[in-house]
């Protein structure tokens, strides 16, 4: 925790020339931002006070589709912080996501650019649509398209993190289709090979590794009363939002998660607790 918070000082200071200026720029005439869905999170952090006080910041960014945005998943994960009293710096988001849309159809949206320029993040997060494992050529070009968004990410001075996705629900309607039967055939095998090509992107490109579709899968074996997916099958419900949220939250705070007291509305203390427990659990990524 101390060289993660060390961090956050030392790449804070970069940003110290370019908030004064930010700052008159925002005062003098309101920014707006084309393209880019940028939230804040629902109960902000608190003021932060300014001079050698001041609490570093860690400064997240989204990139991906309807898994990263459904139930405001990405604002979860700065409350969480801000609920955790063993974390000692506040968490800042941003994000440009569409739904149903690829790593390599977001490449070319102007909105790409304009969030993630030079400095603004210390973690640029990125998540790959669902069927991105289901074929050939579906992994060619998302490697293709992980390649470019890694570079791009180390260029504005951040680290790239690859949002490890979910199979489908096991009786999803996809695993019947014939074009998808010889590839995907059930849910386990989805997550295979979900696992395997993420796995390996991620060392190749020096990528960490958020592997939000491990936890998905032991929750579903050790918790099956608890429904992670929305009626689709695909997105998540509120609860698989949490548990991604989670260990995101643990992947990049390297924190433990007893500490936590933050519960989204709709979800009971007991579903809260559980699914702290099967992100608390150590497995091999």
């Known amino acids: 925790m101390n060289n993660c918070i060390k961090r956050l000082h030392k790449k804070s200071q970069k940003h110290n020339k370019f908030k004064a200026l930010a700052f008159l720029c925002l ?8 393209g880019c869905k940028e939230q804040k999170p629902q109960e902000p952090p608190a003021a932060q006070s300014q001079g050698n006080n001041k609490d570093p910041v860690m400064r997240i960014a989204f990139v991906g589709n309807e898994y990263t945005t459904e139930n405001n998943m ?3 994960v700065p409350l969480m912080a801000k609920s955790d009293p063993s974390t000692q710096f506040n968490v800042e988001v941003g994000v440009h ?9 977001l490449w070319s949206h102007p ?4 969030l993630l320029t030079p400095n603004s993040w210390d973690y640029v997060i990125i998540q790959p649509n669902s069927m991105w494992a289901s074929s ?3 992994v060619y070009v998302t490697q293709k398209s992980i390649s470019a968004w890694s570079r791009l ?3 504005i001075q ?6 490890m996705t979910w199979p489908l629900e096991r009786s999803h309607p996809t695993y019947a289709d014939l074009k998808h039967m010889s590839t995907l055939k059930n849910y386990k095998n989805m997550h295979r090979m979900i696992h395997g090509y993420s796995k390996a992107l991620a060392k190749k490109e020096g990528m960490s590794l958020a ?3 491990n936890y998905w899968m032991v929750a579903m074996e050790k918790n099956p009363d608890i429904n992670l997916y929305a009626p689709d099958g695909s997105t998540p419900s509120l609860e698989g939002s949490y548990l991604t949220a989670l260990v995101i939250y643990k992947t990049l705070v390297d924190n433990t998660l007893d500490d936590i007291t933050y519960i989204p509305q709709g979800m009971s203390e007991e579903t809260k607790d559980a699914l702290i427990a099967i992100a608390s659990t150590k497995i091999e990524n």
């Open 27 to 34: 005062m003098t005439f309101p920014l707006f931002i084309s």
């Open 74 to 76: 990405l604002n979860m």
């Open 97 to 105: 996501a569409v739904a149903n849309n690829s790593l390599a159809q």
């Open 111 to 114: 909105a790409t650019k304009t």
């Open 136 to 138: 050939e050529g579906h």
């Open 153 to 155: 990410i180390n260029n």
């Open 158 to 163: 951040a680290h790239p993190v690859l949002f």
């Open 211 to 213: 592997p939000v579709g």
